[in-house]
């Protein structure tokens, strides 16, 4: 009986720990143009839905790297780059579907956890001009930056960003 | 007293079933067959109703893959593919989006009953010409497992079922 109440004070402890030491490893710093635990919902040829790997957008290319695979776009076949924002549930995968069907409805109270997330769509031309799309999803605030290096490398939008502050007004000297 | 209710609820049930199965064969069977080797499928148009890139994308990728993996057509031709001008019997599929309710994971995930995600778009395939063949009103809708994307495969599931029964 004594053990039980160590193994569940060992599990609550091992658990609130997980949460606390997440959020650490995921403000590791990162290289410009890099990056990290972006996940490949659908759309890269030869790449799993729902990958996870790291987005690199260098030398005028989206590049997509999940272990071996790897997926380039070039940025200059990119017509269109959105950005949006969503959430997740904290837990998922595996663990979070099976932690669904818990006990006294602790699976409902897990999926009140939820983590913000950013989304990136962009939609892509092949060489013979087939249109491809492909969606992504990110560690929040990421997305925008995303979008900032795929036009400056090349891309197109249809939703402009918005000018910087910095730019004078028209019509100014 | 009670057991007689539930037998006739039971019976009725079963009746209803059997009647909606037999009609939905009856609507199968008079579908017009379409033979063609080659498909080309448009991205999905949404200018009367506002939907986000995301799915857009989703519905369309998702489209495309169910389509090829039907394996009745030998080619199956993207938007804005320039080598589908070549194809001789090609039939196009649009998709026009008429409805959307983007639902919420967390409601469905919490509830169970809220919280539904639903997609109703009305699909059609025509030929070169622009000649009608098909023409279907589809609805993706994700109820209780899986985010909101998910009903795009749901969409794409059910027009690539339409593609296997008129082909």
Redesign the interface.
């Known amino acids: 009986m004594r053990m039980t109440s160590r193994g569940l004070l060992f599990g609550a402890v091992a658990t609130v720990g997980m949460f606390l030491v997440t959020p650490c490893m995921a403000q590791q710093p990162q290289q410009p143009g890099t990056f990290p635990q972006t996940k490949q919902v659908l759309g890269l040829e030869g790449v799993k839905h729902n990958a996870t790997g790291t987005l690199t957008v260098q030398k005028g290319t989206l590049e997509f790297t999940s272990g071996k695979k790897k997926a380039d776009v070039p940025a200059s076949s990119i017509s269109d780059v959105v950005t949006d924002k969503d959430s997740q549930r904290a837990i998922g995968g595996v663990v979070g579907t099976i932690s669904m069907f818990g006990p006294y409805g602790s699976g409902r109270f897990l999926s009140l956890f939820r983590t913000k997330i950013d989304t990136i769509t962009i939609n892509y031309h092949d060489s013979s001009g087939a249109l491809h799309g492909a969606v992504f999803t990110m560690p929040t605030g990421n997305a925008e930056e995303v979008k900032q290096d795929l036009l400056a490398e090349g891309a197109h939008t249809t939703i402009p960003t918005a000018p910087a502050s910095s730019a004078p007004p028209a019509g100014t000297r | 007293m009670t057991r007689t209710h539930i037998i006739c609820a039971l019976t009725f049930t079963v009746m209803a079933s059997v009647f909606t199965a037999s009609t939905g064969l009856a609507q199968d069977s008079s579908q017009p067959k379409i033979s063609s080797s080659s498909i080309q499928i448009l991205?999905v148009d949404s200018k009367e109703v506002t939907l986000?890139?995301?799915f857009?994308?989703?519905l369309?990728?998702?489209l495309v893959a169910e389509v090829q993996k039907t394996g009745k057509f030998q080619h199956v031709?993207?938007?804005?593919?320039?080598?589908a001008t070549d194809a001789p019997d090609l039939v196009v599929l649009h998709s026009t989006v008429h409805g959307f309710k983007k639902g919420s994971?967390?409601k469905r995930?919490?509830?169970t009953v809220a919280g539904a995600t639903s997609i109703n778009i009305h699909c059609q395939i025509t030929d070169k010409t622009g000649k009608s063949l098909l023409e279907r009103d589809v609805t993706g809708k994700v109820r209780f497992?899986g985010?909101n994307?998910r009903a795009t495969y749901d969409f794409a599931k059910k027009v690539a079922q339409i593609v296997r029964q008129s082909s």
């Open positions: 991205m986000p890139a995301e857009q994308v989703a369309y990728e998702n031709y993207r938007d804005g593919d320039r080598s994971e967390e995930q919490v509830t497992f985010g994307l």
